[in-house]
């Protein structure tokens, strides 16, 4: 979109993603500094709580998002649209983002590989059972482990409320209001990832208690998460630029989280490093054609962009 043909004013857009992120954070400390709630009994507890909250400032930010988007027939499917919410392409906006991400972790995935195998030889060097039950003794405890994570409250805060509401919040509501306030794609890829930056800077006292109050340490590892922040946010805003599907970064969200950083080397495992260039690679070589919007968006909009502008003036 050209910059005349702006909806809403540049000024706007960026008042109203800012005023969305720091509300995304101050929300939770709202419990304490507001309610004057007492401190919670337990770690459950304080995690419900940030749930609620995080839920309160994501519907807000919805809300809030409905009314600035310059859609003059406010219809439900228009509007969903714009925030990437749709019925159609779901297992591409799944196969597709979550294949091209895995090229990232191949080191990783080398890595836990080797781990793996080298776990097996121990266990038969020392009378272990049968390779079929150590098969079943593996499928045991991937079981448990997929148990005592459903209980898990910090699981369900990784895997589910943090990728729910940030993709929401960063990515449907931000990305279609900076796009009609002007801004092209390329700067709103590489703008959203600072506002999303802003939405971690709340761990900071965390981290600086747990570094015995040691103000460069609690820096360093705040600097190290927003750098990591500022990355995934920008290919979680490519994502959502290039597909029109808020499943597409929502996916990868989801496993980044699971997967943790990926693995750059190992001490003596010089193939986990060679991998890992070997995916990083493959990631850029199937970058673009593995987000092409024809494969998101195919038989199912005929204008020329998914956000459908030229059904809202």
């Not at 972790?105 to 890595?111: D, F, I, Q």
């Not at 369900?156 to 931000?174: G, H, Q």
Request: proline content about 5%; glycine content about 6%.
């Amino acid at each position: 979109m050209e910059e005349e043909d702006c909806l809403i004013s540049k000024a706007v857009a960026v008042t109203a993603c800012t005023a969305m992120a720091l509300f995304y954070v101050a929300i939770l400390y709202a419990p304490a500094l507001l309610l004057r709630l007492p401190p919670p009994p337990s770690l459950q507890v304080y995690m419900i709580r940030r749930f609620l909250c995080a839920f309160i400032s994501t519907a807000v930010s919805i809300f809030v998002c409905a009314l600035i988007l310059p859609i003059k027939k406010m219809e439900l499917s228009l509007l969903l649209a714009a925030y990437g919410v749709r019925a159609d392409h779901i297992w591409q906006a799944v196969f597709f983002p979550l294949s091209l991400t895995s090229f990232m972790y191949v080191g990783s995935m080398v890595l836990k590989s080797l781990l793996l195998v080298d776990s097996w030889r121990e266990h038969m060097n020392h009378g272990g059972d049968s390779l079929l039950n150590c098969a079943r003794m593996l499928w045991t405890r991937v079981l448990d482990w997929g148990l005592s994570t459903v209980s898990n409250i910090l699981a369900w805060r990784n895997y589910v409320v943090a990728p729910l509401t940030e993709e929401l919040v960063f990515r449907a509501c931000m990305i279609p209001i900076l796009l009609s306030g002007g801004f092209k794609p390329i700067t709103v890829i590489f703008l959203c990832p600072i506002l999303f930056s802003l939405a971690h800077l709340n761990h900071f006292m965390e981290y600086y208690s747990k570094q015995n109050n040691n103000l460069t340490k609690a820096v360093m590892v705040v600097g190290l998460q927003l750098g990591y922040t500022v990355v995934f946010g920008s290919y979680a805003s490519f994502l959502f630029v290039r597909t029109g599907h808020l499943l597409a970064p929502l996916v990868a969200h989801v496993f980044c989280n699971f997967m943790g950083l990926p693995a750059l080397f190992s001490r003596g495992r010089g193939v986990v490093s060679l991998a890992f260039l070997v995916g990083m690679v493959g990631f850029l070589w199937l970058l673009f054609p593995m987000t092409s919007p024809h494969l998101f968006n195919e038989r199912t909009n005929n204008c020329r962009c998914w956000q459908g502008y030229c059904s809202w003036t």
